[in-house]
């Protein structure tokens, strides 16, 4: 069983410092600031800098020199931010609200990063609890974990990097793939072209091709966590789930309230459609693909937002949606496109349950690798 170390006792935690912005000596020179925002469980390298600033702000301000090879933890942050993680590619300097992390020499860094990506959680749990959560330099010092021997922090760390690399690449992919569909997109929906020939679009409203509903509230309180059919309203995603529905599958649905007012979705199993959501119902099938009509208003997905009124509680008129204009081609030209692009689509949906398959099997390497429940063998041990 290996022992329990502090944080604290195998490195040299300290903050940083922000050079005064009213001096413009201070910055737009050649050493490194990074933001606590930058610190996202990732390597930061010289390209993610879009702050430098000078000796005369490194001399004038709390700023210290943070060596390459460190590790970077955000302290504060509502969101995702604090508790977050990074390993520093380059010297550089950060502002206050990030601690440095050197560790001593005998300690393998990625290891180290490692224990402190799986403790997340625990790490933010552990924030001040007075006003905002923040962490301090003596919560990141108390900080325990494992410490096996140097060959098998190593090893720990090279065998949980293979997911790392994994996961990387995948979400890479992911990216390409989107961008490829974007493309796809614009292309498909713009170019009025099929098989190399041209079609005749058609343009008009989606009053006239389409019945524009809006749905009817359910009480909050009648909603569950699961159920048969989900409630859609003004998010962009269930707002819970009912044991009853009253808008068929195949249905595009656009919200009409809240922060989320404009956002398009395509229904495929029955559902309940809610106070603050439209519905496009009575498509004529001899003429519309829902599908299609479904990629054609996600592509001008932002023009729908655009027409949200209010300051409050915004909201889009159904007088102002039935007046968005549509164009389609032919049903046959129609059915290729939506082929193509929910080929394209599913491709990228395959990628992301595989990326969170990773993840999750990676999670549970780390609970048994990073909690000392499995030990590694390593050559210079095992010689």
Aim: hydrophobic fraction near 35%; charge should be neutral; charged fraction near 25%.
């Amino acid at each position: 069983m290996s022992r329990i170390v502090r944080l604290g006792d195998i490195t040299k935690i300290y903050s940083g410092g922000t050079p005064s912005r009213s001096n413009p000596a201070y910055w737009g020179g050649d050493i490194p600031w990074v933001k606590t925002t930058q610190i996202q469980n990732c390597h930061i390298t010289e390209d993610d800098i879009d702050e430098w600033i000078t000796e005369d702000g490194l001399k004038h301000s709390s700023a210290k020199p943070v060596p390459s090879g460190s590790i970077l933890m955000a302290m504060i942050g509502q969101g995702k931010t604090r508790g977050q993680v990074a390993l520093l590619d380059i010297d550089a300097t950060t502002n206050q609200n990030a601690a440095a992390i050197v560790l001593n020499d005998g300690y393998n860094i990625n290891y180290v990063f490692q224990q402190l990506l799986f403790r997340y959680e625990h790490i933010r749990s552990i924030s001040n609890a007075s006003g905002q959560q923040n962490l301090n330099l003596d919560i990141i010092r108390s900080i325990a974990f494992p410490e096996p021997s140097l060959p098998e922090q190593k090893a720990i760390a090279d065998l949980l990097a293979t997911w790392d690399e994994a996961i990387e690449k995948t979400e890479r992919l992911i990216q390409e793939k989107e961008r490829r569909f974007k493309w796809l997109l614009s292309a498909l929906l713009s170019g009025h072209m099929r098989s190399g020939k041209m079609s005749t679009w058609t343009e008009t409203t989606l009053k006239e091709i389409c019945a524009i509903e809006k749905g009817m509230q359910k009480n909050r309180d009648s909603l569950s966590a699961n159920g048969a059919y989900p409630v859609v309203n003004g998010g962009v995603s269930p707002s819970g789930y009912t044991d009853t529905w009253n808008t068929d599958a195949n249905t595009v649905t656009i919200s009409e309230g809240g922060n989320s007012c404009g956002f398009v979705s395509f229904m495929e199993t029955p559902f309940w459609c809610g106070g603050h959501c439209y519905a496009l119902k009575n498509l004529d099938a001899k003429s519309m693909d829902p599908r299609f009509l479904f990629f054609y208003l996600k592509h001008h997905e932002k023009r729908i937002m655009r027409l949200r009124v209010g300051s409050g509680l915004p909201n889009i008129q159904r007088r102002d949606i039935e007046k968005f204009t549509v164009s389609y081609p032919p049903l046959e030209d129609q059915q290729h496109i939506t082929s193509t692009l929910s080929s394209a689509q599913q491709e990228i949906n395959l990628l992301k349950q595989l990326v969170e398959k990773y993840k999750i099997q990676k999670r549970g390497l780390m609970q048994k690798l990073l909690t000392g429940q499995w030990r590694v063998k390593c050559e210079k041990e095992v010689s």
